[in-house]
């Protein structure tokens, strides 16, 4: 055993021994995944602030702010006046502004729909959606009073009291829905930055069977086989070292995310590098394997082109499986890839193990198969060419 960890140990230091190598695999990775969470990922647990203001002193104006408020999706921010709202959105305080006027209520009991102003500093998703549920609960009021105008009893003041006790009726919900979307989708952005994480990872791939060819090459790997040590130590050893030096990346690469840009992963810290550290498992299969098919260190180069690039394309780690043609979705079942972001995305959607475990037998099966082949085609008493 403390032959294989020696060879481990070894090729750690020669991947992340020196400042190239820690810019390169770990500080390189960890600032691209992390400019692309601060870009396009939210912050943990926030909800878009709304800004409000108002001037109505009936109950419209108040029925409206409520309702917002129990959607669930908006935090609601009191700014004061008009001015002040204004201001409050030009210094993105909120992701849009609403003012409601004076005599809102009683516009609105005349049989006129009254304008409300939005203020926004550019249209996003959020935005569009309080437009939508604004334009709805100002819907229902204004047919409301439509009623009781056409129906109820003369006077101002009696309406008013029987608009404010219609309000008040309809906040309470009595006749309501039954939610059978729960919105468990995966988050794209949460795909993306799972891509990125196993491209890296992968890159790692590259690394590993440069130094093993160069080992080849400069007949290090024979002066190795010639003393007490088997092919499946040496392969073992610089699997465990690339494996390692992957860990070690995914630490970085999550403790940035998680706790310096609070970015929701929407699965637990452990499961995630669990899936992350079993995808490295199979990565180093394939740099094994790799390591022991090529002989000429020239041809290193060609793995990022045939092996790498292609296999992150297929797998979905630039855009989703969804809008790829049937039979490249079949074939992305090979590429490991695919099971790992299969994994984080039934886990975020809520999936239990009794659903999870596939996608880790078919990952835990691909490293296996990969690492006893790269064992049996090392061949480490062979040089390579040009050695």
Sequence with gaps: MHKIMAIAWNMVKRTIGSRKGILIHILVPALVVAGIIFITGGMEGSNPVLLYGSQDTGTAGSHLLTELEKTGGYTLKEAGDEAA?????????????????????????????????????????????????????????????????????????????????????????????????????PRETLGVATGLTLMFLMNLVSSTVTQILRDRTGRTMMRMYSAPVRAYEITLGNFLGSCLVGFIQIFVVLALGKWVLRYDYEVSMPFYFLVLATFMLVAMGIAATIAGLVRNPMNAGMINMLILTPTCMLGGCFWPLSVMPDYMQKAANFVPQKWAIQAVDMASTGGGWDVLWQPFAVLGLMAAILLVLGSSVLRPNEAGIGA
Excluded: C
């Excluded at 102003?117 to 047919?143: C, F, G, P, Q, W």
């Excluded at 101002?156 to 309809?170: G, K, Y």
């Design 85 to 185: 709202l204004k201001e409050a959105v030009i210094a993105q305080e909120g992701m849009a502004g609403i003012w409601i006027p004076a005599d809102y209520t009683q516009e609105m009991l005349q049989g006129t729909r009254p304008e409300l102003s939005l203020y926004e500093l550019r249209t996003s998703e959020d935005s569009i959606l309080v437009k939508m549920n604004i334009d709805t609960i100002v819907s229902e009021m204004t047919a409301a009073a439509e009623l009781i105008q056409a129906a109820g009893p003369d006077g101002a003041a009696a309406q008013t009291a029987q608009f404010a006790a219609v309000l008040e009726q309809a906040g309470q919900h009595h006749v309501g829905s039954i939610r059978t979307d729960y919105d468990l989708y």
